[in-house]
Structures are given as structure tokens and as C-alpha cells.
């Protein structure tokens, strides 16, 4: 009996040894399947470096395509995103992120036949009644470096211009409370990010008209933190399931 419950320990450490080993791929092939299902647009992912030990992501070369109609290219890509949680309240429903650094993101802002493409993308999306979120997030340093905002317009102005915007820092995010919800996470982020877009539009010479591009930004985001911490929220409730049996 006790050289079976050995092998069996064996065998159990063999195989966390593999899925640990493979969770990088595993997580990559998640984003590059259900990021396209979610959002209507290709996405794809040059690698993902996860260690759930120390609390470190680390995802490289993120590509979100454009809707259909703008055209190739991608509507929004990030050379690299890093982040460092405490791995304590991973499996928690307040999630607790040391920092965020997020480096030269490039937003793709197009505007064709009277709409933008993040117009486009959430009328492909669309509305989904979803529960409010069990879980909360603080952040307590989000630094943004090189963020670079492409504009193009077709119609009675044509614009078609890169504006680069300077780095800037976001902090104590629901570190005041027991935290903030993802949505409530996304209007805090975008009510820093958008009044430089606004000013680099501005400086650029850009028409009232042009500044509608970003509309549909704030929205985008907060959707796409939800169901972020969705997939969090249903892999910590798999994680327990698995641990009970």
C-alpha cells in the first residue's frame, strides 16, 4: 500500500510538472481562440510568460485586428505588457497588482463613412447582460511608457497623422477600499489617457470632428477587463473543484 500511494505521488508531481512546464503555451492558445470569439477581430500573441509562484506575467507582442471594413493592420497592439501581483490573492476575490507596466501601446484610431472602427468593433460585439463582478482589483502602480495613437480620417477632412503621447503613471487604483470593480478600474484609466489624446489632437490640428475616434475607447475597456476577471473568477472556481476531488 505504501509503495502505491508513492508511485501515485509520483505520478501526480510528473504530471504538475508538465502542465507547469506547458502553461505558457496553454495560456497563448487560450488568448489566440477566445480573444477572436470575444472581440470579432483576430488576435494574436507573441508569447506569454506566466509564474504563478512569484506573480509575474509577462505577455509580448499582444495584436488586436481591425473590424472588418477599416482595412489591415491592427486597431490596438502592445510590444510587451508586465505585471506582478501577490500571488496570495490570486485565488481571492480581491486581487491585489503591485505594478503594471504597459510599453509603447499604438492605438489605431480610423474613421470611415461616418464611423470609427471602435464604433465598429462594439456594434460587431455587441451587448451582453453580465452579473456584476464578485471580484475586485487594486492596483497600486500603472506606468504607460511611449503610448503612439495613429488618426486617419476619410470624408470632408482627411487626416491621416501618428501622435505620440507622453508617458504617464496611474496610481493607487482601489488601494482606498477593498478594492474597485474592472469597469471602475477602465473609467480611472481612461480619464487620464483621454484628455492627452485630446491635446495631441489639439497640437496636431486636428477638428473637433477627428476627437470622436476615441469614443468607444472607455467602453471597449471596461468590457474587456470584465471578462478578464470573468476567466479569472473561472479558473479559480475550476482550481477549487479540482482540489476537492
Known amino acids: 500500500m505504501k509503495k502505491l500511494l508513492l508511485v501515485l505521488l509520483g ?5 504538475a510538472g508538465v502542465a507547469y512546464t506547458q502553461i505558457d503555451s496553454i495560456v497563448k492558445v487560450g488568448v489566440e481562440t477566445g480573444g477572436p470569439k470575444a472581440l470579432k477581430v483576430p488576435v494574436k500573441v507573441g508569447s506569454v510568460s506566466l509564474s504563478p509562484f512569484s506573480g509575474k506575467v509577462q505577455v509580448k507582442e499582444l495584436e488586436i485586428g481591425q473590424p472588418e471594413g477599416f482595412g489591415e493592420g491592427n486597431i490596438a497592439s502592445v510590444a510587451s505588457f508586465d505585471m506582478k501581483l501577490e500571488p496570495s490573492t490570486l485565488m481571492s476575490d480581491h486581487i491585489i497588482i503591485d505594478t503594471i507596466v504597459i510599453d509603447t501601446p499604438m492605438l489605431d484610431a480610423r474613421r470611415m463613412g461616418g464611423i470609427s472602427n471602435f464604433e465598429k468593433l462594439q456594434q460587431a460585439i455587441g451587448t451582453r447582460d453580465t ?26 477632412i482627411d487626416v491621416d497623422q501618428t501622435i505620440k503621447l507622453a508617458d504617464f503613471t496611474i496610481t493607487d487604483l482601489g488601494t482606498d477600499e477593498k ?12 480619464e487620464v489617457l483621454q484628455p492627452q489624446i485630446a491635446q495631441a489632437l489639439i497640437k496636431a ?16 475597456l471596461e468590457q474587456g477587463l470584465t471578462g478578464l476577471v470573468d476567466k479569472l473568477k473561472k479558473k479559480k472556481t475550476d482550481n477549487k473543484d479540482d482540489g476537492g476531488n
Open 179 to 190: 478594492g474597485l470593480s474592472p469597469p471602475e478600474i477602465a473609467r480611472h484609466v481612461m
Open 131 to 156: 452579473a456584476p463582478s464578485e471580484i475586485t482589483l487594486t492596483i497600486k502602480n500603472m506606468l504607460v511608457k511611449a503610448p503612439t495613437v495613429a488618426v486617419k480620417n476619410e470624408g470632408t
Open 11 to 15: 505520478v501526480v508531481v510528473i504530471v
Open 205 to 220: 490640428g486636428a477638428s473637433d470632428k477627428i476627437k470622436d475616434l476615441t469614443k468607444g475607447a472607455e467602453g471597449k
